[in-house]
């Protein structure tokens, strides 16, 4: 997955191959991007060329190659959040997108796939923590075992889908939360592909 700043960095890079059919040196990304040095530029290649999405020739500056046919990024909407606890409603505006290279994100397909922020621990024991975005698809097949955003008795919830003797419900990941037995409605909204989590740095004091 490429960060937000990654991402600027390589559209200006295919957008000046596109335009002008030359690969921008470092100091013309380090002049529109207005890094304090080159070093900044360089840092951010390194990373994109691990991550797959350049190649480049040592001590020749404009020789960077975008293999375009690798480049993948889909801008996924994500819709407020989603509680891992208690089922409750969900806000249903898009409060931002999170942009996501589909193969390591795991998407198969661009159309129905969103994403939520998770509220609460009721799925800690499947490593889905409180704040993290969970990326769904609305297409996706659901199986026995899936992670998914379903709607049960007109609540939003996110909790691992299980069929036992041929009826579903919804079981937590921690044992302080019961499982959630559909009385009269069970809707799958999505199934969850992948996730992202930001590392927060501690304060020092």
Do not use: C
Request: positive net charge; hydrophobic residues 35%; proline residues 4%.
């Amino acid at each position: 997955m490429l960060t937000d700043r990654q991402k600027k960095v390589l559209d200006f890079i295919q957008r000046e191959q596109r335009e002008k059919g030359v690969t921008p040196s470092t100091r013309e990304i380090q002049s529109h991007f207005r890094f304090a040095s080159q070093t900044s530029v360089m840092q951010y290649i390194a990373a994109l060329e691990k991550k797959g999405f350049l190649q480049r020739q040592a001590g020749k500056a404009r020789t960077l190659i975008t293999p375009i046919q690798k480049v993948r990024i889909h801008d996924v909407p994500i819709y407020g959040q989603i509680p891992a606890g208690m089922a409750t409603m969900t806000e249903q505006d898009v409060e931002g997108h999170v942009s996501l290279d589909a193969e390591s994100a795991n998407v198969s397909k661009t159309h129905g796939t969103f994403a939520l922020r998770v509220r609460g621990d009721s799925m800690v024991g499947a490593h889905i923590l409180d704040g993290d975005l969970v990326i769904l698809e609305q297409s996706k097949e659901v199986q026995n075992g899936d992670i998914v955003a379903a709607l049960i008795d007109g609540e939003t919830t996110l909790k691992r889908y299980v069929v036992d003797r041929g009826r579903p419900y919804l079981k937590a990941e921690n044992p302080r939360y019961p499982n959630l037995i559909p009385a009269r409605e069970l809707k799958i909204q999505g199934v969850m592909v992948s996730l992202v989590r930001k590392h927060e740095r501690r304060k020092k004091h």
